[in-house]
């Protein structure tokens, strides 16, 4: 019996039955055969060992893909639970999850001894071992009754859950590789031998299932590539990150704080506010260009408007509620339900449209206390909101003109980025004629302006497809900020309208757009990015004074006020120390200019300028360097 196997190519070739993917990447080529970890049949992720069955389309998955790559670290996830069960023994290691994530994978285990990052170590050095002793990763499928079975002889409560949750349709598989099984989809490597570079990177706990209310695990992250070289550039990489974390700057250069006073909630210092401040600035300098028209929403509304709007239906999990006078008010998580009020306000009429309305509007939305990060995942944070609300014909002019207001936006901070349209979800609200209207304008501007775009197939949010914004760090990780979400469903929810030419009422529709999406995690974003150098118009202190003696501290504060009056952020080092230390310390809080003074500069009237990455600039008059920084900073490079 022959089966018809469809190429991406195109090309079909026939293979006798039982051939196995593995053996049909070879009848294409030794390379690939040698690249090859896993195939898609008919878009279904197998094992190369598994037999090609039926007419099929197949393609192979190699190591130097997305989908290689996410394999090989599940298998070398596999690779580590062997080795911890190796050195704890069975009875005491519990096996819960261990998937991929980005960079890397994790495993969640209760184990009997609390483990250090020191035990690491000793995991890696067994796992070696099991690459060398190479062992086959066979997949076996049983029935839901055998792999209870399996799990109840093993004493293993978590995986015994697992299943007991698991759809009834469900095909259960188990992975045996040597001594070691686990219960998993796969696919897999076909070998641990597989497997040639590894870094386990550290232990943190974690909730089984997510769920306070379960028990503490613990949770072994590690990562792995192919090849030795990627590993170690990675973890270069993550020893970069750790000198640019954004907590550690904030800290040392007075930008932000925490406390147990408000978990999740940050608190700005004075250098935080300075570049918060300029940020909203530039925001506001472009928008006013593009005719936006900025308003303020109230932090608390009436339970009923987030019925109306429908973020009680999807999202109440996730906000804080109160009463007053009897009545349940809520914190609001987004601004647009108040956007829609101000609208209504008014009688509009369609010369009127597109209204651009603006807003840095504070929302508090709950997170876990284990998902606080520092200001990349917070508990209250201002969104640079706007909605525009547009005629049906303008919706494709407007979403490009954004398009082109967030590419200035990014061009300013040296962002590349890339663009994700995201399709109707299955908590979806509204029709699915209005979904395929909105789905299909966005695909339009996009196709139109031959942009690169990938498709997300039901990520976009409840009440419209949505356009996201990726952009790269100077350590070229990946950041979600800016989105724009396309709305026919809250307009009918408000009952907004606007009258027409024909003096008949009509539906609006709205586009969400957000550029910085969180301006406090913009701000984290920021200070990695620039690893605390922030260029001068952001930079918290522009400038410092260092007087070479006490003798000069009058001039210091001479110039100080001459710079400050220029509207230049400064400050004069008046300690009692030596200059090279304060050089080195201005030098350690990044500061873009150092303004040495002393006998010499006080006589005629000057500054010695240190410039930051550029070194000594000479002498200038205080009013040549304002003049500079001046135009440097209205630059913005």
């Known amino acids: 019996m022959w089966i018809k196997v469809t190429l991406p190519s195109g090309n079909v070739r026939e293979f006798s039955h039982g051939t196995t993917i593995e053996q049909v990447a070879g009848s294409i080529s030794s390379g690939l ?16 060992s598994r037999p090609v069955e039926e007419d099929c389309v197949l393609e192979i998955i190699t190591l130097d893909s997305k989908e290689g790559l996410e394999i090989y670290r599940h298998s070398t996830a596999h690779l580590m639970a062997q080795a911890v069960k190796r050195i704890y023994g069975e009875e005491s290691v519990k096996l819960g999850i261990g998937p991929v994530i980005d960079d890397g994978f994790y495993y969640d285990m209760d184990i009997e001894k609390p483990l250090s990052t020191e035990d690491l170590t000793a995991i890696e050095q067994e796992m070696g071992k099991i690459v060398q002793e190479n062992f086959p990763i066979q997949r076996r499928v049983v029935s839901r009754e ?23 349709e469900a095909v259960l598989t188990i992975y045996e590789q040597g001594e070691f099984l686990d219960l998993c989809r796969g696919p897999h490597l076909p070998s641990t031998g597989r497997i040639k570079a590894f870094k386990l990177l550290n232990v943190a706990g974690a909730y089984w299932r997510g769920d306070s209310d379960n028990k503490m695990l613990q949770r072994i992250y590690g990562t792995a590539f192919p090849k030795k070289a990627q590993l170690d550039e990675h973890l270069d990489m993550l020893e970069e990150a750790k000198k640019r974390d954004h907590r550690k ?19 700005y210092l004075p250098g935080g506010m300075a570049v918060r ?6 925001s506001r300098e472009l928008q006013a260009k593009e005719d936006y028209e900025e308003v303020r929403t109230p932090l608390m509304m009436n339970q009923r408007l987030w019925e109306q709007s429908g973020h009680w239906d999807h999202y109440r999990d996730n906000m804080y509620f109160t009463d007053v006078d009897e009545t349940k008010f809520a914190l609001k998580p987004m601004n647009c339900p108040g956007h829609m009020l101000i609208f209504k306000n008014s009688l509009r009429s369609y010369r009127e449209l597109p209204i651009r309305l603006s807003e840095f509007g504070q929302v508090h939305r709950h997170e876990l206390s284990g998902a606080l990060n520092g200001m990349m995942r917070v508990r209250t944070f201002c969104q640079d909101d706007a909605h525009l609300f547009v005629r049906p014909d303008q919706i494709e002019e ?19 980025y890339s663009m994700e349209l995201s399709t109707r979800p299955e908590d979806s609200m509204g029709s699915e004629e209005l979904w395929d209207q909105a789905e299909n304008a966005l695909k339009s501007v996009l196709e139109r302006r031959g942009a690169e775009y990938r498709l997300s197939e039901g990520d976009g949010a409840f009440y419209g497809p949505k356009i996201d914004f990726h952009i790269r760090d100077a350590l070229k990780r990946s950041w979600q900020c800016a989105t724009i979400q396309l709305d026919f469903q809250m307009p009918e929810k408000f ?49 410092k004074v260092l007087p ?25 080092d008046g300690r009692s120390e030596k200059l090279g230390y304060k050089i080195r310390e201005a030098q350690m809080e990044k500061v873009p200019y150092m303004l040495i003074v002393g006998e010499n500069e006080r006589i005629q009237g000057t500054v010695s300028i240190r410039k930051r990455g550029e070194g000594d600039l000479g002498g200038r008059s205080v009013q040549e360097i304002a003049e500079h920084m001046l135009a440097e900073m209205k630059s913005r490079t």
Not at 277 to 282: G, R, Y
Not at 548 to 572: F, P, T, W
């Open 548 to 572: 070479v003696s006490d003798n000069y501290l009058d001039y210091a504060m001479q110039v100080r006020k001459e710079l400050l009056d220029a509207g230049i952020r400064i400050e004069v």
């Open 33 to 48: 055969k040698k690249q090859a970890v896993a195939g898609l049949v008919n878009g279904v992720p197998t094992d190369l």
């Open 398 to 416: 407007e979403i490009s003109r954004v398009i082109s207001l967030i590419d200035q936006f990014y061009q300013v901070f040296g962002f590349e």
């Open 146 to 168: 055998e792999a209870a079975a399996i799990f109840e002889e093993k004493n293993d409560p978590l995986k015994l859950e697992l299943i007991r949750d698991l759809p009834e």
């Open 495 to 543: 009952g907004l309208s606007y009258i027409g030419e024909d003096n008949l009422k009509h539906r609006p529709v709205v586009i969400h757009r957000a550029v910085y999406g969180s301006i406090d995690r913009f701000i984290g974003i920021l200070t990695e990015h620039y690893s605390g150098q922030f260029p001068l118009w952001l930079a918290p202190v522009q400038a």
């Open 249 to 267: 700057l904030g800290k040392e250069l007075g930008l932000f704080m925490f406390s147990e006073e408000a978990p999740g909630m940050p608190f």
């Open 277 to 282: 401040n300029e940020l909203e600035s530039f």
